[in-house]
């Protein structure tokens, strides 16, 4: 489907898609595809290049869904609405589960608790040729960059959320998004975050805006509002536009403030008037230290390795908080948050070295982001003191305009982890840039101290998720710790939380992916630890589960599973797995109402 937007613009490239010759490139463009030229470095020339160009220098041909082979629209069957028998643990009473225990009268979720599911757009959209959306970096990692990711997947079918066309028809009709939908309303689940995918709004990330994208998502707002389903939307979600991290380098350049901003005001002007929770950024902590993003596929820079990911975090932050200080003037009934993550900190002994270690920890983590938004405007004091080295300090002006920009602490919290010194100690890490914990130094461990045993802190995840372990034990404790250092106005949220079954990818039998009892047990046991957190006195106003479906896991494809719902990729069938039943069952017995 060709682009109907008048999607052009002027842009300067340099490195792999430029050539001697403006005129050669572009003609010869189907023997570029994104190789390298000899001496990329002695190339820079104005191009004019529309959408379909970017695709075929620097992407080369994506795949799409075969729509024949899509379900049509029905309602969910009663009988996929039914709950599974209880697992090994105690199940929340409801349906027809044996209620082992009785309701706890200490617990309960306030009346206008928010709950549901998370999804990102390059995870679960697909059609990421369609309707003029200009490629992201994403699709140039998953396309382009050896070995990225573990099963050489790429997000360009995913679950096929986009959309389908009825061909012929003038009229949109989102099919399987509306099957999204309908089969999170089908379980009473009130609320579903999903992300905009910004090169679909601006295909070369600023410049000329694209009208069927907006439509595109006016429907799924719309349809989820049909549905009584609150839509909540993240702006950004790791997929930067491609055009902007080939021209300025993107989340390493100043350039990329404005041009977040301006997005970002679209977003609102176009969905605000339906859409009152907003996200701006998901997990800098992340997506910052992904740089430096592989070589040879995107615009050098001279900035170290060990400063790129400080320098992106210092643009996030600029970013942020003109988005939310925009979106606040636009939308001043909406709720708008910053989406940070990381998991529970815990020190491995008494030592206060590892006390130490465990604040620095904090500090170069959650502090990063969350002290200059909820407290002073400006790092924590062990992370600026390494920053100043090499970045600006905030101006007064800059740190007004920081503090104060998040309405709730939004954090995904996954898990915990033990923290320690390192083995020099910290002084000499801290004096030592080539330590390998150097700038943070807190070494890390998801294993008790060999005097506790060794055991590990929790059951592990799938091993394509190392950094995940169950440790819902700690869920109360982090919660508090959250309320009691950052004070958010708002409350505390958790909006992202999950877990990867072990192995689940390589069963082949529909019902025994379907029954996950570790996923299950993890988000019974969470769900508890916020009752208890609630009953305690800490403020948490809503929680969101990660995932819907089955999904693009970035750089581990589709080999690992976070879905509460099975997705059959070669049919693009959805099955509940037992663990959703969990979720929904915790808000079936301790939602006020
Ligand atoms: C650009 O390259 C093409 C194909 O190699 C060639 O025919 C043309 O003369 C070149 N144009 C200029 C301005 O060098
Ligand atoms: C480059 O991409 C175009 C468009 O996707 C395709 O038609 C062409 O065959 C590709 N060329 C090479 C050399 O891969
Ligand atoms: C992914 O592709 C690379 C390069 O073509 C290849 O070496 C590797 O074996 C592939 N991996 C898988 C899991 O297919
Ligand atoms: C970046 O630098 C590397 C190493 O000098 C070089 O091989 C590569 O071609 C450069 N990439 C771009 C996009 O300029
Ligand atoms: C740390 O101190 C607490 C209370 O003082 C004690 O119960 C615990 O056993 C100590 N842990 C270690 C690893 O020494
Ligand atoms: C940051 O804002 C909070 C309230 O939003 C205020 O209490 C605090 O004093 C501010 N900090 C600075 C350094 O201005
Ligand atoms: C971090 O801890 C591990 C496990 O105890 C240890 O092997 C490693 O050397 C430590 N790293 C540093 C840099 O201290
Ligand atoms: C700095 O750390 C590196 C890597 O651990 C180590 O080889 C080196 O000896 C350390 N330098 C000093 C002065 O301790
Ligand atoms: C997925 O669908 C295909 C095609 O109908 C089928 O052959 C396969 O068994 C299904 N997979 C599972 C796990 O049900
Ligand atoms: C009920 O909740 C309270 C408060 O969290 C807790 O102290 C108590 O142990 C719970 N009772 C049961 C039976 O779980």
Same mark, same amino acid.
């Given at each position: ?24 490139? !572009? ?29 075929? !220098? ?12 899509? =379900? ?8 996929? !609405? ?5 697992? &090994? ?10 209620? =082992? ?51 050489? %997947? ?21 099919? +399987? ?21 910004? %090169? ?34 993240? +702006?950004?979600?790791?997929? +930067? ?10 989340? !390493? %350049? ?8 301006? &997005?970002?005001?679209?977003? &609102? ?18 997506? *910052? ?22 320098? *992106? ?15 606040? %003037? ?16 815990i020190p491995l002994t008494?030592s206060?070295?590892d006390?130490?270690a ?60 033990f923290y320690f ?7 000499? *890490? ?13 070494n890390?461990s998801?294993?008790y101290s060999?005097?506790d ?129 969990? &979720? ?6 301790? +939602?006020?109402?």
């Amino acid at each position: 489907m060709a682009p109907l937007l008048p999607t052009c613009a002027i842009l300067t490239l340099v490195g792999a898609a430029a050539a001697q010759n403006a005129t050669s490139t !572009l003609s010869a463009s189907a023997t570029v595809n994104g190789s390298l030229v000899a001496n990329p470095s002695a190339f820079a020339t104005a191009l004019q290049v529309d959408v379909d160009d970017l695709w075929n !220098l620097f992407v080369g041909p994506v795949s799409s869904a075969d729509i024949t082979t899509t =379900v049509a629209p029905t309602p969910v069957p009663s009988s996929e !609405l039914i709950p599974p028998p209880p697992l &090994y643990y105690s199940p929340f009473p409801s349906g027809q589960q044996v209620p =082992v225990i009785a309701k706890n009268e200490s617990w309960g979720f306030p009346k206008d608790f928010w709950w549901g599911v998370a999804s990102a757009a390059y995870q679960v959209e697909g059609a990421v040729q369609a309707e003029g959306r200009g490629p992201s970096i994403w699709d140039v990692l998953t396309h382009r960059v050896t070995d990225f990711v573990a099963d050489n %997947s790429t997000g360009d079918i995913a679950d096929n959320q986009y959309y389908l066309y009825k061909q012929g028809q003038q009229w949109r009709l989102s099919w +399987l998004a509306a099957i999204n939908i309908a089969r999170i309303a089908a379980l009473g689940v009130p609320a579903y975050s999903f992300s905009i995918s910004w %090169s679909r709004i601006f295909p070369f990330g600023s410049g000329p805006v694209n009208e069927e994208a907006i439509a595109h998502y006016n429907d799924m707002i719309d349809t989820c509002i049909q549905y009584n389903v609150t839509p909540m939307v993240t +702006l950004y979600h790791w997929d +930067l536009p491609l055009v902007l991290q080939n021209t300025y380098g993107g989340w !390493l %350049s100043e350039n990329i403030v404005n041009d977040f901003v301006a &997005y970002a005001r679209v977003a &609102y002007a176009r969905f605000g008037d339906r859409v009152n929770h907003w996200f701006t950024v998901n997990e800098p902590i992340v997506f *910052c230290d992904m740089y430096p993003l592989p070589a040879n596929y995107f615009k050098n820079t001279s900035i170290t390795a060990l400063h790129q990911p400080f320098v *992106c975090g210092q643009n996030v932050l600029l970013a942020h908080a003109q988005a939310y200080r925009l979106g606040k %003037s636009m939308m001043p009934g909406s709720t708008i948050s910053f989406k940070n993550n990381g998991g529970y900190k815990i020190p491995l002994t008494n030592s206060s070295a590892d006390a130490e270690a465990v604040q620095r920890a904090w500090d170069f983590n959650e502090g990063w982001f969350a002290t200059p938004i909820f407290l002073t405007g400006d790092y924590p004091a062990s992370l600026k003191s390494f920053v100043s080295t090499f970045l600006p300090a905030f101006t007064e002006e800059q740190k007004t305009l920081i503090n104060g920009t998040s309405d709730v602490f939004a954090h995904d919290a996954y898990t915990s982890q033990f923290y320690f010194a390192p083995d020099d100690g910290i002084a000499a *890490c801290i004096a030592n840039s080539s330590n390998p914990l150097y700038p943070s130094c807190a070494n890390t461990s998801y294993a008790y101290s060999a005097s506790d045993g060794g055991w590990l802190i929790g059951p592990a995840a799938d091993p394509g998720s190392p950094w995940l372990h169950k440790a819902t034990d700690w869920v109360p404790a982090f919660l508090r710790y959250i309320q009691d250092t950052w004070k958010p106005p708002g409350g505390v949220a958790v909006t992202e939380f999950g877990f990867a079954e072990p192995f689940e990818y390589s069963k082949k039998i529909r019902a025994d992916i379907l029954f996950d009892p570790i996923r299950s047990s993890y988000y019974h046991d969470y769900l508890q630890a916020i009752l208890i957190a609630i009953s305690e006195g800490v403020n948490v106003v809503g929680c969101l589960a990660w995932s819907l479906v089955d999904n693009l896991e970035w750089s581990t494809g589709y080999t690992v599973k976070f879905g509460m719902q099975y997705v059959n990729l070669t049919t693009q069938e959805r099955y509940y797995k037992a663990s959703f039943f969990t &979720y929904v069952n915790a808000f079936q017995q301790y +939602l006020a109402e």
